[in-house]
């Protein structure tokens, strides 16, 4: 069954080693690649299912598959060229939660993985790859919108106001992921989903304590 346009990311999921090695492996069979690096085919069948190669085996695959070991081992280097690329746009991921309760201190973090988006989701969106960043959900106050643990997909070149909409915003060095309404008074309402949960004031005048660092367009769920 083809995919959907609906259908926006790499069901694989390239930013694990399972999934890396799944791609490299191909059409062949597991025997026939646990040939080629010399391995048994149980070996091989142990390694898609998460338990991890030792270096030297590694570094067999790399080669033998021909992608670099930067990328087998993390997924940040280049993929294999390919129909893959063609089809898929790779957007930097965060090991960086955004708090959707009380608030999770915000840091500069490096590139942990990449998530690939089908490029043809992207452009009937109007989405452009390089605004694009990756972050996680941490706490339950966005609740059913955001579950804690859930992938969030942030256009940092969406910094506009817009009312209602899911922002994540920076107010007091913490990160949340919230839905912002204006006020007549020139203030900003920070909403939660989740009514267990008080929605907050900016004051019009404290405004500049608050920067948009990018609206919510897609959220990612993991099934436990």
Request: hydrophobic share 35%.
């Given at each position: 069954?083809?995919?959907?346009?609906?259908?926006?990311?790499?069901?694989?999921?390239?930013?694990?080693?399972?999934?890396?090695?799944?791609?490299?492996?191909?059409?062949?069979?597991?025997?026939?690649?646990?040939?080629?690096?010399?391995?048994?085919?149980?070996?091989?069948?142990?390694?898609?299912?998460?338990?991890?190669?030792?270096?030297?085996?590694?570094?067999?695959?790399?080669?033998?598959?021909?992608?670099?070991?930067?990328?087998?081992?993390?997924?940040?280097?280049?993929?294999?060229?390919?129909?893959?690329?063609?089809?898929?746009?790779?957007?930097?991921?965060?090991?960086?939660?955004?708090?959707?309760?009380?608030?999770?201190?915000?840091?500069?973090?490096?590139?942990?993985?990449?998530?690939?988006?089908?490029?043809?989701?992207?452009?009937?969106?109007?989405?452009?790859?390089?605004?694009?960043?990756?972050?996680?959900?941490?706490?339950?106050?966005?609740?059913?919108?955001?579950?804690?643990?859930?992938?969030?997909?942030?256009?940092?070149?969406?910094?506009?106001?817009?009312?209602?909409?899911?922002?994540?915003?920076?107010?007091?060095?913490?990160?949340?992921?919230?839905?912002?309404?204006?006020?007549?008074?020139g203030g900003v309402e920070i909403l939660s989903d989740n009514?267990?949960?008080?929605?907050?004031?900016?004051?019009?005048?404290?405004?500049?304590?608050?920067?948009?660092?990018?609206?919510?367009?897609?959220?990612?769920?993991?099934?436990?």
């Amino acid at each position: 069954m083809a995919n959907r346009i609906d259908d926006p990311i790499l069901r694989e999921q390239i930013g694990s080693l399972p999934s890396r090695l799944q791609r490299v492996i191909g059409e062949q069979s597991n025997r026939q690649f646990a040939d080629k690096i010399g391995v048994s085919e149980t070996a091989v069948r142990g390694y898609l299912k998460g338990k991890p190669p030792k270096l030297p085996t590694l570094m067999k695959i790399a080669r033998v598959g021909g992608v670099s070991l930067d990328w087998l081992c993390t997924g940040i280097d280049a993929p294999p060229a390919g129909e893959f690329t063609d089809e898929y746009t790779l957007i930097d991921g965060y090991h960086a939660e955004v708090s959707t309760g009380h608030g999770a201190p915000w840091e500069e973090h490096p590139v942990t993985r990449r998530l690939a988006f089908r490029k043809k989701w992207l452009s009937v969106r109007n989405l452009q790859p390089e605004g694009l960043k990756v972050v996680f959900a941490k706490g339950d106050s966005m609740e059913p919108s955001i579950h804690s643990g859930d992938t969030i997909l942030v256009d940092t070149s969406v910094t506009d106001l817009s009312d209602g909409s899911i922002f994540v915003l920076s107010l007091g060095g913490d990160l949340y992921a919230k839905r912002l309404q204006r006020r007549f008074d020139g203030g900003v309402e920070i909403l939660s989903d989740n009514k267990e949960y008080k929605d907050q004031v900016v004051p019009a005048a404290e405004l500049d304590q608050l920067q948009i660092i990018g609206k919510v367009v897609w959220v990612g769920k993991d099934f436990h």
